[in-house]
T-cell receptor
């Protein structure tokens, strides 16, 4: 069983609307959680990163939240644009060192329609 | 945009052929990685390197091999390609923030491999 579960698997929204993507994890110990955006045919690009002491982090129209107690994170996208169409991947690291291992979710495929 | 490059971007090849996927980075990162990603699935680590002459196998068993003769170069080789090797291969390199001990991985654009 994957230790990082994302929902929904796919999502279609209209341009200008907001949406929220979910990430639940069971990774322990926990060091940090990162959201990546992966455009079709490209490699993932980091959007935000949060350690256990942070519960919210923004990057433009992207806002990530983290509840380390319930092991849940969300990525909220406001005023969506066509360029937001991509896969959004949640990645959890189990320790903050060179020995840390990364656990990848399967991603949420977001499609923004005009 | 990260300075990490992969070639070729797309490759269609017949069964039994030997192939090498190239990956290079100009950021001076010591650590480099190869991931395999199938559509709709998570990334799986197949190889990593902590520096020159250092290579390790990842979590997912792979018939591929890697080498790290230069810091900036981390090629992946398949001696005899098979249809089961069809996938997307992503290369990454990383640096570690020494203050917060947070590692940031930078990914290349990937190579889509199709073995017929």
């Amino acid at each position: 069983k994957n230790q990082v579960e994302q929902s929904p698997q796919s999502l279609i929204i209209l341009e200008g609307k907001n949406c929220t993507l979910q990430c639940n994890y069971t990774v322990s110990p926990f060091s940090n959680l990162r959201w990546y955006k992966q455009d079709t045919g490209r490699g993932p690009v980091s959007l935000t990163i949060m350690t256990f002491s942070e519960n919210t982090k923004s990057n433009g129209r992207y806002t990530a939240t983290l509840d380390a107690d319930t092991k849940q994170s969300s990525l909220h996208i406001t005023a969506s644009q066509l360029s937001d169409s991509a896969s959004y991947i949640c990645v959890v690291s189990d320790r903050g060192s060179t020995l840390g291992r990364l656990y990848f979710g399967r991603g949420t495929q977001l499609t923004v329609w005009p | 945009e990260a300075d990490i490059y992969q070639t070729p971007r797309y490759l269609v090849i017949g069964t039994g052929k030997k192939i090498t996927l190239e990956c290079s980075q100009t950021m001076g990162h010591d650590k480099m990685y190869w991931y395999q990603q199938d559509p709709g699935m998570e990334l799986h680590l197949i190889h990593y390197s902590y520096g020159v002459n250092s290579t390790e196998k990842g979590d997912l068993s792979s018939e591929s091999t890697v080498s790290r003769i230069r810091t900036e170069h981390f090629p992946l080789t398949l001696e005899s390609a098979r249809p089961s090797h069809t996938s997307q291969y992503l290369c990454a390199s990383s640096r570690t923030d020494r203050t917060f001990l947070i590692e940031t991985q930078y990914f290349g654009p990937g190579t889509r491999l199709l073995v017929l």
